[in-house]
């Protein structure tokens, strides 16, 4: 059955069809209204009803993958910062009801790692999905229980811990791609390309490797925090930055056993297969 997936961040709106072997159909990718008299609701409202009839669909299955807090049996937004204005009490049962069978909506990190689980073979009993980019996000799944949710639909904060009131900086604000740019611009760097930076330090630029160095070892403190708490058996490093696949780990890793105890152990690391579609397959993953 084909299912249509939509993920909804404050820069871009994607839409897709998914078919049966997880491919993207009539892949779609605005950027995201300004949100005045619900415009990002009225934008999906829109492309779903253009979907079923450009493909004839008759049962309809969408899946949702959103920025800010979901209440997921409501399929409410419970709470979102002001970066999408008015987007706080969206609910997309009310509106989106006429046109669809199933409808489930995530947190995009949720999404996101419910797309990575499903592409890999192995069925990991337990998961945390770091997400590093602008800011810093979380999600944690459990077999038995499924994905963790709190009273307030906002656990896995895992950004908003490791304050450190020298620097007055939370943990995103030190160990995200944004927080490494920052650090490049602080520093006078020629430029705030990721990509390049990384390729300048693969070709052996002793200073580029010493900035990312010195950003990695920010990430590896929050990832110690991450097994501390939560124990899983992998956790898995998205955002943009993940590209750049082992490269990355071999800056992480060694820095982490520094941050926990001596011999205590840590989960597999590694870096999200999916990428920039991993929310997409992922809000359609359990329909």
């Known amino acids: 059955m084909k299912k249509i997936a939509f993920d909804i961040g404050g820069t871009y709106i ?20 300004v949100n005045e008299n619900n415009a990002i609701m009225n ?22 993958s ?20 008015n987007y706080t009490g969206t609910n997309f049962a009310d509106k989106l009801r006429a046109y ?36 810093i996000g979380g999600s944690y799944y459990q077999r038995n229980v499924g994905l ?13 811990l490791l304050y450190d009131p020298e620097t007055k900086t939370q943990y995103e604000q030190r160990a995200s791609t944004e927080a490494l740019k920052q650090l490049l611009i602080r520093e006078n760097y020629p430029h705030q390309n990721i990509q390049q930076l990384f390729e300048e330090a693969e070709n052996g630029d002793a200073t580029a490797r010493r900035y990312i160095q010195q950003w990695a070892r920010e990430v590896a403190r ?9 124990d899983p058996k992998v ?10 696949g ?24 590694e870096v999200a297969q999916l990428q920039n579609h991993a929310a997409l397959l992922g809000a359609v993953a359990e329909l």
Do not use: M
């Open 148 to 160: 963790l949710t709190g009273i307030r639909h906002r656990p896995n904060q895992i950004g908003y």
């Open 43 to 64: 934008y999906v409202e829109a492309r779903l009803q253009r979907y079923i009839q450009e493909h004839q669909l008759q049962a309809v299955a969408v899946g949702i």
């Open 14 to 33: 994607k839409s897709a069809i998914i078919d049966e072997h997880r491919q993207l159909q009539d892949y779609d990718k605005v950027r995201t209204p």
């Open 100 to 135: 669809v069978q199933e409808l489930v909506v995530y947190n995009d990190v949720d999404a996101a790692l419910l797309g990575e689980l499903d592409e890999r073979e192995a069925a990991y009993e337990s998961a945390f999905c770091l997400t590093l980019g602008t800011g």
């Open 66 to 85: 959103t920025a800010g807090a979901v209440d997921r049996k409501a399929r409410t937004i419970a709470y979102a910062n002001p970066n999408i204005l």
């Open 222 to 230: 929050g990832i110690a925090e991450i097994q501390i708490v939560y």
């Open 246 to 269: 082992d490269v990355l780990l071999r800056y992480i890793l060694p820095e982490l056993k520094q941050y926990l105890p001596e011999d205590y152990g840590h989960a597999k690391v």
């Open 235 to 244: 956790i898995i490093i998205g955002g943009g930055v993940s590209a750049q």
